[in-house]
């Protein structure tokens, strides 16, 4: 087959309607899970404002502005422990059964904290105590590669560590117990029900929309940030800052950074992303309507993001994937800036299986960003397609199907328009969250021609 460019309308998948909330019985039996996962009499979770996720996972509360611990604890304990601002916002919090306790000194520099200022005070209160072991969950672990006492290389501030010691004293136990939550195969989030699927299919889908609005608006002579502006941003949570970055032919491509003044000109490479929780989009290529020596890459490119999707699967070990897409790369002379694909959650990147020689297998219940970035590219040329997928076996799809009916027709259509209009048919396990599914226009501005194949 071949990759050819082509005019191929985005079509409307359907309304998205109101947004799915996950049931407090849903974090309830996450709690339980995680508890007993650690083996441990008590398992702290930690979140901040940037690593947020774990806490979120587990509650449905995340701190604005300060740190947070979660406590779960013997005979169902169940506690949260943040700062001034953040005590009245944890009322959000859905998992049941939650008590909620103030330390000051988790709250911002100069507030208050003539009440309650020692954290070791609030876990007392809690319940910890001498000779408790604790399994402790930061925002992410080391391997034995990376650090021989890797079990004790907390990614938490070191003062809730040295507290957390003083509590439990010589005779308790602290281990790292992040895997438990993050780990590429069997993290509890790293495989998650149809409800939070629900959730991020929602965001993927008004995500990637508004994202796409930018591709399609973008115009010569607007700054970066007026094009930027065609996203109709609506306020949902992000995960990342939002990106848009320009250059003319021969100069640097930065793609991380934000938007600035520069005003764009025909034959500049664009790119932009937009992450929303549980959901990323992403989009690059040139500011204008056709340059033919851009095509090559760009159809080697696409036909690499084929590779990926006809060769992920549930059952497919990360290794064998990661060596299929990185193979089509290298047969055009790229490779993979990162790793092709990754878990996505509400972060924008949770933990990847996709590494050379990995043994972790794609499951149900994945939630999957295709996230193959090429390079090199010549100064002043930037290509990128970034949807997100899950992974789901029959009985999770017939699940979706009764009890998030808007969402499995859309996943429907997603896959049909695949299959008819760009050429790509997928297993029945993939199932496109994103609305601009494997849609990709290389010339923006002609953003409604994009490549498919034959």
């Given amino acids: 087959m071949s990759v050819t460019l082509a005019p191929v309308a ?16 849903i974090y309830d039996l996450r709690a339980v899970a995680a508890f007993n996962a650690a083996r441990t009499d008590w398992l702290v979770v930690y979140a901040d404002r940037e690593h947020f996720g774990n806490i979120m996972h587990l509650t449905g509360f995340e701190p604005r502005f300060e740190e947070a611990l979660l406590l779960l604890g013997p005979e169902g304990r169940r506690v949260i422990i943040t700062g001034n601002e953040s005590e009245s916002y944890a009322a959000i919090a859905g998992l049941p059964g939650i008590t909620v306790l103030r330390a000051q000194t988790l709250s911002l520099m ?40 890797y079990g004790q290389s907390f990614f938490v501030p070191h003062f809730i560590v040295n507290a957390l010691r003083g509590v439990i004293g010589p005779a308790g136990t602290l281990l790292d117990a992040t895997p438990i939550l993050m780990h590429p195969e069997n993290g509890h989030r790293a495989v998650v029900d149809v409800d939070q699927l629900a959730a991020f299919e929602w965001a993927a889908a008004r995500c990637s929309q508004a994202l796409f609005r930018v591709v399609a608006g973008t115009r010569e002579n607007e700054t970066e940030f007026q094009a930027l502006g065609h996203l109709g941003y609506e306020g949902d949570p992000t995960n990342v800052h939002t990106m848009f970055a320009s250059a003319s032919v021969g100069e640097t491509i930065i793609g991380l950074r934000s938007p600035t003044s520069r005003r764009l000109r025909k034959g500049d490479g664009v790119t932009t992303a937009l992450g929303y929780w549980g959901a990323l989009s992403s989009r690059a290529g040139l500011l204008t309507d056709y340059e033919e020596t851009f095509l090559k890459p760009a159809k080697a490119y696409f036909e690499a993001l084929t590779t990926w999707y006809e060769t992920a699967d549930i059952g497919v070990t990360g290794g064998d994937l990661f060596a299929a897409v990185t193979e089509k790369l290298q047969s055009a002379g790229l490779d993979s800036a990162l790793n092709p694909g990754h878990l996505g959650s509400h972060e924008e990147w949770l933990h990847s299986p996709v590494r050379p020689g990995s043994t972790e297998r794609l499951r149900s219940g994945m939630p999957f960003q295709v996230d193959v970035i090429p390079v090199p590219m010549p100064a002043g040329w930037a290509l990128n397609c970034e949807d997100m997928v899950a992974f789901a076996d029959a009985n999770m799809r017939e699940e979706i199907r009764q009890r998030h009916p808007e969402m499995h027709a859309r996943i429907l259509l997603r896959r049909s328009f695949m299959a008819n209009k760009l050429g790509v048919t997928l297993s029945e396990n993939i199932l496109p969250l994103s609305s601009t599914p494997l849609y990709l226009p290389p010339f923006w501005l002609k953003s409604g021609s994009v490549l498919v194949r034959e």
């Fill in 10 to 25: 985005l079509p409307d998948f359907g309304p998205i309607g109101p947004q799915p909330q996950v049931p407090s019985a």
């Fill in 110 to 149: 100069g507030q208050d904290r003539s009440q309650d200022p020692k954290l070791a005070d609030r876990l007392r209160d809690a319940g910890l105590k001498g000779g408790d072991s604790v399994g402790l969950v930061g925002w992410k672990y080391l391997g034995p590669d990376e650090d021989e006492d």
